[in-house]
């Protein structure tokens, strides 16, 4: 085992122990939180240990790393997720290697994205992002929507041709009444995800929690933890 396998495998299996306490904790089944590995600013070497080590959910946000990587990496059994804000002009890429879009937060994506998934054959997988310190009518300082537009997007996304409503996503605010209170956050998403699911019961999946907060998340009932650097350590940021 190299040393940079010995290291991720270390950084998992702390990781691992993390969601198991938190789901114990939680009185959850193991198996009801997936674990979704965040890769971006990691080579292509590191996404091939982590299938190698078992991970299947891998998570980028940025088209123009992704893509070389994702395609690198095509024969790997893994699910791909895009996580960040996607402008227009990169969705037909996204849609070439991404199974879920996770940052779906206005109309006009709606519209992009069900044109590139229809061209590609594709089914695309699609999370609301929801922006809990977006006033109404708004968006998030990191992309979102406001709660108030959730069953709006909801609806075209369920009613666009090549897509699939698959659930809501958050990321823990920064700014608003929920800032440094992310259980109270991610326990918020999960209320809108109950309404959601009375009118789309199969979008069941509820993506919350990071790092730093995934125990918060787990407690609050999150489907999916996005991990980076706890299982993959720090890098510097791309430029």
Same mark, same amino acid.
């Given at each position: ?18 969601? @198991? ?22 080579? !292509? ?10 991970? *299947?959910?891998?998570?980028?946000? %940025? ?7 994702? @395609?690198?990496? !095509? ?17 037909? =890429?996204?849609? =070439?290697? !991404? ?14 994205? =069900? ?26 300082? %990191? ?14 996304? @369920?009613?666009?041709?090549?897509? %699939? ?22 326990? *918020? ?7 959601? %699911? ?38 510097? *940021?791309?430029?």
């Amino acid at each position: 085992m190299t040393d940079r396998k010995a290291e991720i495998a270390a950084n998992l299996a702390k990781v691992e122990e993390r969601i @198991a306490a938190a789901c114990a904790a939680a009185g959850r089944a193991r198996d009801e939180v997936t674990l979704i590995v965040v890769t971006k600013t990691y080579p !292509a070497s590191d996404v091939r240990i982590l299938a190698d080590l078992g991970v *299947r959910h891998v998570a980028e946000n %940025r088209d123009q790393d992704a893509a070389p990587k994702a @395609a690198e990496c !095509a024969d790997l059994p893994l699910t791909w997720h895009f996580v960040g804000q996607l402008q227009t002009n990169k969705v037909r =890429s996204v849609v =070439s290697y !991404a199974d879920l879009v996770q940052s779906v937060d206005r109309p006009k994506l709606v519209t992009a994205l =069900s044109a590139a998934a229809v061209k590609a054959e594709r089914e695309l997988g699609c999370l609301i992002q929801v922006a809990l310190d977006a006033e109404e009518g708004g968006r998030g300082d %990191r992309g979102g929507v406001a709660p108030d537009g959730i069953e709006e997007l909801a609806g075209l996304v @369920a009613e666009a041709p090549g897509l %699939r409503l698959d659930g809501l996503m958050t990321v823990a605010p920064l700014t608003g009444p929920y800032a440094g209170r992310q259980q109270a956050a991610f326990q *918020r998403l999960v209320e809108f995800s109950t309404l959601l %699911r009375a009118a789309h019961p199969a979008a069941n999946m509820v993506s919350a929690g990071m790092s730093a907060d995934l125990e918060e998340a787990v407690a609050a009932g999150a489907t999916h933890v996005r991990v980076g650097s706890a299982v993959l350590g720090v890098r510097p *940021r791309l430029r």
